[in-house]
């Protein structure tokens, strides 16, 4: 279906007139061309035209595909659910159907889901929470990729932000500094902010790992500033979580009290995969 059309569709749904939703924008014959599908419009006027319908950009894509996620959007849900489910089969159904892909871009999502299909894996094998088990290949397919970025766009950071763990220290530190002077730039929309904490709290587990304590203090910090919404308690959890850890490290006695009670919430809500990987840093 064409832009125009979904347009009209949604115009007539919410009970509106080509006069409410074109004038100043498009003539009226125009308009009649467009909603037929006859007539392309830019970016621009398109724009003004959702906002007349009360509609950004996200929802009118997904509508006018009927309802159905683009092809970056399904493959992060897809991800994203199977990882932290720790559903194999469906891993490994996405995994065949990106080898049947093209492009640099497959053939970095190839690499980031056979190497969380290893990591799953092998903690299922061992009950411990690895990174070693990635090929090197796969590593040097990510870390080239992110090497070769000049702009860091909100892919990017969720790239990394999945596959950090993969990646030395060294490198993490520098694409972190690269991509953080977005952070102020996307921590007010939504999907910036979950993915920026999404990254904080896989850095901070690394840092911890490491015993970069001071330097996971600073980051733990910068979780709590930024999970401040109620969508974002995920995160703040882990914040929490996390500022268990480093008391306990610091020889706090009271830090394991806090990250248990963390684990506890995560275990009471089915989070069982999530809480097992937290876990690993007790």
């Avoid at 004038?23 to 003004?48: M, P």
């Avoid at 992060?76 to 159907?97: K, M, W």
């Avoid at 930024?226 to 306990?248: I, N, P, Q």
């Amino acid at each position: 279906m064409y832009h125009g059309e979904v347009v009209r569709k949604i115009r007539l749904s919410k009970g509106l007139t080509q006069k409410e939703v074109y004038l100043g924008i498009v003539s009226k014959s125009y308009a009649i061309e467009f909603e037929k599908g006859n007539h392309s419009i830019s970016a621009t006027l398109l724009l003004d035209i959702l906002e007349r319908l009360s509609l950004d950009m996200d929802e009118f894509l997904y509508i006018s595909q009927d309802y159905r996620l683009n092809e970056q959007a399904d493959y992060i849900f897809r991800y994203s659910n199977y990882s932290n489910n720790y559903d194999l089969p469906a891993l490994y159904q996405l995994l065949q159907e990106l080898q049947e892909q093209q492009g640099p871009i497959a053939n970095v999502h190839v690499a980031e889901v056979r190497s969380r299909i290893r990591i799953i894996e092998a903690t299922n094998k061992t009950g411990s929470y690895t990174p070693d088990v990635v090929l090197s290949e796969d590593k040097a397919t990510i870390i080239q990729y992110l090497t070769n970025l000049q702009t860091w766009t909100l892919q990017e950071i969720q790239l990394f932000a999945n596959t950090l763990e993969f990646i030395e220290g060294e490198k993490q530190l520098l694409f972190f500094k690269q991509l953080s002077k977005s952070l102020e730039l996307y921590k007010n929309y939504d999907r910036g902010r979950e993915i920026f904490c999404s990254l904080l709290v896989n850095l901070i587990r690394e840092t911890l790992d490491e015993n970069l304590l001071d330097y996971a203090e600073v980051l733990i910090e910068q979780l709590l500033l930024l999970s401040t919404e109620y969508k974002e308690c995920f995160h703040r959890l882990c914040a929490k979580f996390f500022k268990g850890v480093l008391l306990t490290k610091r020889g706090d006695a009271n830090g394991q009290t806090e990250s248990e009670m963390v684990l506890k919430i995560l275990h009471e809500l089915d989070y069982a995969p999530l809480a097992k990987e937290l876990e690993s840093l007790l």
